[in-house]
């Protein structure tokens, strides 16, 4: 029974890699995808297309003791720590071109970005982008997808600092400060829907809005550049050699 489990969560992370994978979404190897199955979630594995999965290529975590069995993604701290503080079922993280655009912005109208990006552009993104449980408060108090603070990719920081704004927040999804976006959901599906979404409100947004500052370099967001990079390649040398 557990068997088949495992096997199901497989196909329907193959069939979601591929739909975004065609559009888009997913590029080269980048990005990963993540299911929970009773107190373990399975995480596609490192160094894989996500539009060509093969049952072969995923890791197992256990979410209360972190124990990782097999090859899984660098970034599988985040997944770990968001489904231990959200009531997530499913996680998409990916570096879209238009989420990610926008998560190197820097200010919109000569006013810093602060942490927040107001999607009170499109009805449907008010509706599903930000923590607000209904349309009236989000006309009263405004609208907002969270905008996480530059940590870098793969850290305990990053999966710290998400997770912590994903249940603060009440938003299933996040942009990550020059690096991409995060998607939650109860299930699979509406992980993917949400990643979509993101990705469709950045691209209207980035082509209507008339006076906005990007960073050029990520680690002019960094507080400490030498010490992300640093990370960064400990992480990958780790990946390299294992």
């Not at 980048?30 to 009773?38: A, F, P, Q, T």
Request: aromatic share 8%.
């Amino acid at each position: 029974m557990k068997k088949m489990k495992f096997w199901k969560a497989k196909r329907s992370i193959i069939k979601a890699g591929r739909r975004l994978w065609l559009k888009g979404i997913f590029s080269g190897t980048d990005g990963n995808m993540s299911l929970r199955v009773g107190d373990v979630f399975l995480i596609t594995a490192s160094g894989v297309s996500k539009g060509f999965l093969k049952l072969k290529d995923f890791g197992m975590v256990d979410i209360k003791t972190g124990e990782v069995r097999g090859n899984v993604s660098s970034e599988y701290r985040m997944h770990l720590q968001i489904y231990r503080k959200t009531e997530a079922n499913a996680v998409v993280h990916a570096h879209p071109p238009f989420a990610t655009a926008l998560s190197c912005i820097k200010k919109i109208n000569g006013i810093s970005v602060d942490g927040k990006i107001d999607v009170s552009l499109l009805v449907e993104s008010m509706l599903f982008l930000s923590g607000k449980p209904n349309l009236r408060a989000e006309l009263k108090e405004g609208a907002f997808m969270p905008l996480v603070a530059f940590e870098p990719a793969s850290s305990w920081e990053l999966a710290e600092a998400v997770s912590d704004r994903l249940a603060s927040s009440g938003s299933k999804v996040a942009l990550m400060a020059c690096h991409g976006a995060v998607a939650t959901g109860s299930s699979l599906e509406e992980a993917v829907n949400l990643m979509e979404l993101i990705e469709n409100f950045s691209n209207v947004f980035l082509r209507t809005v008339r006076d906005a500052e990007f960073y050029s370099r990520f680690y002019e967001a960094s507080r400490d550049p030498h010490e992300a990079l640093k990370k960064m390649l400990e992480v990958r040398e780790k990946l390299w050699n294992s």
